[in-house]
């Protein structure tokens, strides 16, 4: 791993432009800013071409013969499969407006993260190969040749974009610059140039039913652990059920809620808001992951990963699926997953059990986001709330890429929150809700190897944090998204140590007064709860 120039080197961002041309401007790897490529066994598994070892900082990528013709046989079955594809490469006019939109190109200053030409990486051999322009009049039209340089350009920056979509939201066009670089992985994929840190974890879901190839016994194991410690903190012992039918609801959260902090912390608050409803509902120890990193390789990958959870569904018989906070496992459920697997006519449209509320939003994928859910309870006066205990915590809030603008998720959390929290303090206008910035770790990303690109990526939010951090003293960073949670943790300790991380429900569980629990003293995470040390003298 590169070692990680410090906050005040790294943000001294070049924006000269290169004297060359972008066409006649070589694509250079720099440490820092790629990740691994995939083992061969990883893409063996699920089926995936040309398994080989290889090292994208290699001259020889061990490619096929033919590689060239898979590729131009790619993009052709694409431009037939895809109407958005062909409309999205025919129609930008190149005015910009996307160009100062991307977080990358922010935080790197490199022209070709700029949406609008990262996808003129792909358009200029669509223009070459598919247009009559470009067969005739080549470099003058927009086109080129497809050449290994321009294929290693190709995969050095399609990962270095995280399929955020802010560029969309104000292109004029409507171009949603994500399908292309979608499009462009599927394509690089087809030449088994895949990362490890996508292609690992896709196995492992298919071969386990989670990205971190959890064993049951693992997943039963982790949830026993934290069931210990809420017994330390309230006094109640709760006994959640496991791959149980006939049980009304299926709940389903991403596997990094299962495995590391912070997420545990939002696990713990899921197990105690659960317990306190009495809700009838069980664990699955087999569709175990609601992430889908099928969804950062291929659409018929994406498919093919979340058709188990409605499998599992159907297997035991329950009546919907309650989800938890997760990104693009969000963004897969309302984009994608009725072309792909609905609809779910197995089951029913959710209603919630408590409020009586039918979830009409979901009368198709018949799955509700877990803070809908507790929106609602909490609408409804189902709850009983003591704000006071997250006192110590002065909170701001991430719109998760996914979650905003993949299924317009923007006021609920909002609602819960200035319900469980006295603090609360939004970031500038411009950085949040359908124009939020990414983590900058998304779709893969998040491993060690690209800690540069990562902090770079990351480099609007964090400002954005540290903006009010510095006027309210916020030092919590709240999100419902797992991956946000594991890498808005590394890119605050990088660039504003004095903010944490957690998730919606964790601050739920904080304020949540459970029946029968004994008198709190500490937080989940156990730190001492407002007034306690005080409490405690005076005793």
């Not at 013709?69 to 409309?87: D, H, N, P, T, V």
């Not at 964790?506 to 409490?535: C, F, Q, S, W």
Request: with cysteine.
């Amino acid at each position: 791993m590169a070692k990680l120039p410090k906050p005040e080197e790294l943000a001294k961002i070049d924006f000269t432009p290169p004297k060359t041309g972008w066409m006649e401007t070589p694509v250079v790897f720099k440490e820092g800013m790629f990740c691994h490529g995939s083992k061969p066994k990883s893409l063996q598994l699920v089926n995936f071409p040309n398994p080989r070892d290889w090292r994208p900082a290699d001259v020889d990528w061990k490619l096929p013969e033919n590689w060239k013709e898979i590729i131009l046989e790619g993009i052709a079955e694409r431009l037939e499969k895809y109407r958005s594809f062909r409309l999205f490469l025919d129609i930008c006019v190149r005015c910009g407006a996307c160009a100062d939109k991307c977080h990358f190109f922010i935080g790197t200053g490199d022209p070709k993260n700029m949406p609008v030409l990262r996808a003129e990486l792909i358009r200029s051999v669509y223009r070459k190969e598919f247009t009559l322009a470009g067969k005739i009049f080549g470099k003058m039209a927009g086109a080129r040749e497809l050449t290994v340089d321009v294929l290693k350009e190709w995969w050095y920056y399609f990962y270095q974009c995280t399929e955020c979509r802010r560029c969309s939201v104000f292109c004029p066009y409507g171009i949603d610059q994500a399908e292309i670089t979608m499009i462009g992985r599927e394509l690089l994929n087809l030449l088994g140039l895949n990362i490890e840190w996508i292609a690992g974890p896709v196995s492992n879901c298919y071969m386990k039913g989670n990205h971190l190839g959890l064993e049951p016994h693992t997943i039963v194991g982790n949830l026993e652990y934290m069931l210990d410690d809420i017994e330390t903190i309230t006094g109640k012992r709760i006994k959640p059920t496991f791959n149980r039918k006939g049980a009304e609801i299926l709940f389903v959260t991403p596997s990094g809620d299962l495995f590391a902090d912070p997420g545990t912390y939002t696990c713990m608050g899921y197990l105690m808001l659960f317990e306190e409803l009495g809700l009838d509902y069980t664990w699955s120890t087999y569709a175990s992951e609601g992430g889908n990193f099928g969804f950062f390789t291929s659409n018929e990958m994406a498919k093919r990963l979340n058709s188990k959870i409605y499998a599992e569904a159907k297997r035991l018989g329950v009546k919907w699926i309650l989800g938890g906070e997760c990104g693009h496992m969000w963004r897969v459920l309302a984009q994608y997953m009725d072309t792909w697997n609905g609809p779910a006519d197995f089951l029913e449209v959710p209603k919630s059990p408590v409020t009586g509320t039918v979830f009409e939003n979901a009368k198709s994928t018949k799955m509700v986001h877990v803070a809908e859910f507790t929106a609602d309870l909490i609408k409804n006066n189902k709850l009983k709330l003591d704000p006071r205990r997250n006192d110590h915590l002065k909170v701001t809030w991430h719109d998760s890429c996914n979650t905003s603008r993949g299924m317009g998720l923007l006021d609920e959390p909002r609602y819960v929150l200035k319900n469980v929290v006295k603090h609360f303090y939004e970031m500038p206008e411009d950085t949040i809700r359908e124009k939020t910035f990414c983590c900058g770790s998304g779709t893969g990303l998040n491993a060690s190897e690209d800690m540069d690109l990562r902090m770079k990526g990351g480099f609007p939010r964090a400002n954005a944090v540290k903006f009010v951090a510095e006027h309210h003293g916020v030092n919590m960073l709240a999100n419902v998204c797992a991956i946000d949670r594991a890498t808005l943790k590394a890119l605050m300790e990088y660039w504003v140590p004095s903010v944490n991380v957690c998730g919606l429900h964790e601050l739920v569980a904080n304020a949540l007064i459970m029946t029968g629990e004994k008198e709190r003293t500490t937080d989940l995470r156990g730190e001492p709860l407002p007034g306690i040390e005080a409490k405690e003298e005076k005793a």
